[in-house]
């Protein structure tokens, strides 16, 4: 019973580079998130999606792009990394919407040098 | 501005020792508040929804309460396993999800 999987756990990259953050549920979830979590400060959305073909963003979209793949996957793109994107990033999917119960992946640590 | 604070930041407890965590907020029109704990390297695991002033929820040792502008979470005679940091969220009426700082619990054997 695996919930969510992020990959990968960790990461440096240089700036100006790009990636993926990968992001998969196994519980049939509708709803997934993505929010990043930094010292001294709440966790904050990213982007999410409601539902499969969906996507809307959220408190901090800027530097970030998204696609929800499925229904199991959602996954998070920078496209030109920036110090300022260090953080731990968090997925998370609920059945649909908040009000239902959400499950958190492990994190996926970033490091922008 | 919706905002939700979380206090104390940080907390120690000896084993046994009761006390409560305070989330209050301020939010246009509470649709849920919801109370996580996070294990350090790890991501947040639900505990509790609370949806209207007066409704209480427990588990175990943990015990949410809520009210029309504050949640209190009560941790009756703790264990080390206990420590961890303990998140708050709300949802407001337009569905934005607002994450307090959390507070960092302690419980020392």
């Known amino acids: 019973n695996a919930g969510v999987t992020q990959t990968p756990k960790f990461q440096v990259l240089k700036t100006g580079q790009s990636m993926t953050l990968q992001c998969a549920q196994d519980m049939n979830h509708n709803s997934m998130y993505w929010y990043r979590q930094d010292p001294g400060m709440g966790l904050r959305l990213i982007y999410y999606?409601?539902?499969?073909?969906?996507?809307d963003k959220g408190e901090v979209p800027n530097g970030y792009n998204v696609s929800r793949l499925n229904k199991r996957e959602f996954s998070l793109r920078l496209e030109s990394a920036a110090p300022s994107q260090t953080s731990v990033y968090f997925c998370?999917?609920?059945?649909?919407?908040?009000?239902?119960?959400?499950?958190f992946g492990q994190g996926t640590r970033l490091t922008v040098v | 501005e919706d905002q939700v604070t979380q206090s104390p930041e940080a907390l120690r407890l000896q084993e046994g020792e009761s006390s409560s965590l305070n989330c209050s907020y301020t939010v246009s029109g509470l649709r849920g508040l919801f109370w996580y704990r996070q294990d350090p390297g790890k991501g947040p695991e639900f505990l509790f929804t609370l949806y209207s002033a007066g409704e209480e929820k427990e588990k175990e040792r943990l015990k949410a309460t809520l009210t029309k502008k504050e949640s209190f979470l009560h941790i009756t005679a703790p264990k080390p396993e206990d420590s961890a940091t303990y998140l708050c969220?709300?949802?407001?009426?337009?569905?934005?999800?607002?994450f307090g700082k959390g507070t960092r619990l302690h419980i020392l054997p």
């Open positions: 999606s409601a539902s499969e073909g969906t996507t």
């Open positions: 969220a709300v949802q407001a009426e337009d569905d934005k999800i607002i």
């Open positions: 998370a999917s609920s059945f649909r919407g908040w009000n239902t119960e959400a499950f």
